[in-house]
């Protein structure tokens, strides 16, 4: 029995069989049946344009446009390749911007990691809050705001420091000038304020010149100096040739304002005149270092004189 063609199931005789001119014809006419001709392939195009093809839906199947947006919404088009490559960059590049974000914070992330993890990660981060500027916070301490964060404080606590000590000496003949540091204002947030120890003693510092055989005029001064050597004078106080008659300059407090540029002050002279000025300092004087504060005595000529330098102070930084 022959075998048949698997489409048309046309018989395909065997080797030991004979083939007949009725079968032969038979096998054509089944071959004309199925083929289709010119006529009918333009039919069936022409059918198939006019059939109605519903849009495809999320419910419904039917006919789809393509789109390689990668930002739409619409839900009546299908993805192209290049959108869903494109997509794929795209989460790629958020989820390294994401690992990177973790790691400028301190906290341990990796691209390697599951969007959950990193989710998990960020949902732990505490944002900062609060209004603290610099100002309030100590200075060198960092801190966070709701403005940022690894921000450095510049505040200065109030120190309150004891200033004490004597000094004294005499000023060789012929010796025109002489001084010396006695303390130093360090730096503040503002104010540098120098008090007597004793709220009922009428000085913090005590400047004095004595001498039986004083031959020309003689003065005590108190300067402030900066950093760079620049220097004006807080009050000064001065004894003209008379034998056995001292110098004295005392001062009570001084206040420096680093803001404003001033110094304030209350002193009295060894002639029993208070003084109170807010001196305005030199422009180029420097506010943002130490401050020294000098003794100098000036301008004996012939005979010695015996100097003395005395601080029994509160100094308050503010």
């Known amino acids: 029995m022959p075998i048949e063609t698997n489409r048309l199931k ?15 014809n038979a096998i054509f006419e089944k071959i004309d049946e199925g083929v289709a001709k010119r006529e ?25 446009l393509l789109s390689s947006k990668t930002n739409g919404d619409r839900e009546d088009v299908a ?19 994401v690992v990177a974000a973790l790691n400028s914070i301190g906290v341990s992330a990796s691209t390697s990691e599951t969007w959950a993890s990193l989710i998990s990660k960020v949902s732990r981060v505490i944002r900062a809050t609060g209004n603290a500027v610099p100002a309030d916070v100590m200075a060198g301490k960092t801190f966070s705001n709701n403005s940022g964060s690894s921000l450095v404080g510049t505040y200065i606590a109030p120190l309150r420091t004891s200033i004490t000590g004597s000094y004294s000496g005499t000023i060789e003949t012929n010796s025109e000038s002489y001084n010396r540091t006695i303390f130093t204002f360090p730096v503040s947030n503002r104010y540098v304020d120098l008090f007597p120890d004793n709220p009922d003693s009428q000085r913090s510092i005590s400047l004095g010149i004595t001498n039986t055989q004083i031959q020309s005029p003689v003065t005590a001064i ?11 004078m807080i009050d000064s106080e001065t004894i003209n040739r008379v034998p056995n008659q001292e110098v004295q300059l005392w001062i009570y407090n001084i206040r420096v304002d680093r803001l404003y540029r001033t110094v304030a002050f209350k002193g009295l002279h060894g002639r029993g005149s208070w003084t109170n000025p807010a001196e305005s300092v030199p422009r180029d004087f420097d506010f943002t270092g130490p401050i020294d504060v000098v003794a100098e005595y000036r301008k004996v000529v012939g005979t010695g004189a015996n100097y003395s330098v005395n601080l029994l102070g509160q100094m308050i930084t503010t």
């Open 10 to 24: 046309l018989p395909l005789p065997l080797g030991n069989e004979s083939v007949s001119r009725v079968g032969i």
């Open 79 to 97: 993805a192209t390749e290049k959108a869903v490559g494109l997509a794929f960059q795209a989460g790629v590049e958020r989820k390294a911007e």
């Open 222 to 232: 108190l300067i402030l100096r900066d950093s760079s050597g620049r220097q004006f």
């Open 40 to 64: 009918d392939v333009e039919e069936l195009r022409q059918l198939v344009n006019e059939m109605d093809i519903p849009d495809a839906s999320l419910t419904e199947k039917g006919k789809v």
